[in-house]
C-alpha cells in the first residue's frame, strides 16, 4: 500500500518523475500533470481510449485537441481479433475520424516479424479471422498438420479447443519441430461492468503447460517492436513521445524499455496500489484519473475545460 507520507505539495513522491495526490476517503484521485506536450503519442486502445463500445471520459477532445495542434496521434492494441482496418472503423463510428495507417496492432507485428525471422516457414496460427488472413495475404504458409508445422502462433482465440490444442502439442512435443511464439502476454482483455475475456496468455499457458516447451518470442506490448511499428513515418525520437496506456505490465513496461515517458489511466488493469507495488524503473512518468489530464494545466484552463465533461 501507499505510504501516507506526504510532501509540502500534498503529493507521495514515487521516483520517475512520478507524484500522485492520495485521496482521502472521500476524495478523487489527482495527480500532477505534464506541463509541454510531447512531439508524438501513443495510445493504447482498450480501457484506455474506449471500453466496449464507448469512448472513456476526456479522450474524443484530448485526441481532437492534439490532432489540432498537429501532433501525431498513433493508437496500439494488443488484441489480435481485429485488422487495423476494423480499429479504424470503430474509432471513427465512435467519433474520432482516424485513418488506417495510425494503427499498430499485433495482426500487423506477427506477420512483420514472422516474415523477418521465419521466412518459408509453416504456420499454425491459433488465432481468429484477421490473423489468419493477414498470415495469407502475406504469403506465409499454414498448416493444421503437426508433422509440417514449424511455428505455432498463439494469439487471443475466442474459437481456442481441444482440437487445436492437440495439434500445438503433437507439432511441439510429438514431432519436435515447431517453436511457440505468441502474440502478446496479456492474462484477459476487459470489458465494460469489470468483466473480461482471457486472452492469449491463457493460450500459451496452456501450450506451455502440456508440451513443456517455453513460448520463445512474444511480439505485442511490452516488446518495443511495437513503438518502431507506430513510429514508422515520424521523424520522432521515442524519448519526445508519451506512451499512455492502462496496464503496468504492457503499455508503461513498454515504455521503460524503449526509453520513453509514460501515462497510465486508472481506467483499466493497473491502479494505485500495483504503482506503489511496482519497481522504480518500473514505475509511469504520470498517472490519471482522466486521460484529458495530459492536456497541461495552463492549456486546460484556456480551453476553459473541467472534470464534468464526457467528451
Known amino acids: 500500500?501507499?505510504?501516507?507520507?506526504?510532501?509540502?505539495?500534498?503529493?507521495?513522491?514515487?521516483?520517475?518523475?512520478?507524484?500522485?495526490?492520495?485521496?482521502?476517503?472521500?476524495?478523487?484521485?489527482?495527480?500532477?500533470?505534464?506541463?509541454?506536450?510531447?512531439?508524438?503519442?501513443?495510445?493504447?486502445?482498450?480501457?484506455?481510449?474506449?471500453?466496449?463500445?464507448e469512448l472513456l471520459p476526456g479522450a474524443a477532445r484530448l485526441v481532437t485537441e492534439l490532432r489540432r495542434r498537429g501532433i501525431p496521434v498513433r493508437f496500439l492494441s494488443n488484441?489480435?481479433?481485429?485488422?487495423?482496418?476494423?480499429?479504424?472503423?470503430?474509432?471513427?463510428?465512435?467519433?474520432?475520424?482516424?485513418?488506417?495507417?495510425?494503427?499498430?496492432?499485433?495482426?500487423?507485428?506477427?506477420?512483420?516479424?514472422l516474415l523477418a525471422n521465419h521466412p518459408g516457414e509453416v504456420v499454425f496460427p491459433i488465432a481468429e479471422q484477421p490473423l489468419v488472413d493477414a498470415l495469407r495475404e502475406a504469403g506465409i504458409a499454414i498448416s493444421e498438420d503437426p508433422g509440417e508445422i514449424d511455428v505455432v502462433v498463439a494469439s487471443y482465440d475466442r474459437g481456442f479447443d481441444y482440437r487445436k490444442l492437440q495439434i500445438a502439442f503433437d507439432a511441439i512435443w510429438f514431432h519436435e519441430r515447431a517453436i511457440l511464439v505468441a502474440t502478446n502476454p496479456d492474462r484477459f482483455c476487459p470489458f465494460p461492468g469489470g468483466r473480461g475475456e482471457p486472452d492469449c496468455a491463457a493460450i500459451v499457458a496452456a501450450i506451455e503447460a502440456c508440451t513443456g516447451t517455453k513460448c520463445v518470442q512474444t511480439v505485442g506490448k511490452p516488446d518495443p517492436s511495437m513503438v518502431t511499428q507506430a513510429l514508422r513515418g515520424l521523424d520522432v525520437d521515442p524519448a519526445r513521445c508519451l506512451m499512455v496506456g492502462d496496464r503496468l505490465s504492457t503499455d508503461i513496461q513498454m515504455a521503460v524499455r524503449a526509453g520513453m515517458p509514460s501515462a497510465l489511466t486508472l481506467t483499466g488493469d493497473s491502479d494505485l496500489d500495483d504503482v506503489a507495488a511496482a519497481a522504480e524503473a518500473d514505475r509511469p512518468t504520470w498517472v490519471l484519473r482522466r486521460i484529458d489530464h495530459l492536456v497541461p494545466a495552463a492549456v486546460w484552463a484556456e480551453l476553459g475545460w473541467g472534470d464534468d465533461s464526457s467528451d
Open 79 to 113: 488484441n489480435a481479433t481485429r485488422a487495423p482496418s476494423q480499429y479504424a472503423d470503430k474509432l471513427t463510428r465512435l467519433g474520432l475520424p482516424t485513418d488506417v495507417a495510425d494503427i499498430a496492432n499485433t495482426v500487423a507485428t506477427m506477420t512483420g516479424w
Open 1 to 53: 500500500m501507499f505510504s501516507r507520507n506526504r510532501n509540502q505539495h500534498g503529493y507521495v513522491l514515487l521516483g520517475r518523475g512520478l507524484a500522485v495526490s492520495l485521496p482521502r476517503d472521500d476524495e478523487e484521485v489527482s495527480v500532477e500533470r505534464p506541463t509541454e506536450f510531447f512531439d508524438a503519442y501513443l495510445f493504447d486502445l482498450d480501457a484506455t481510449i474506449f471500453l466496449g463500445d
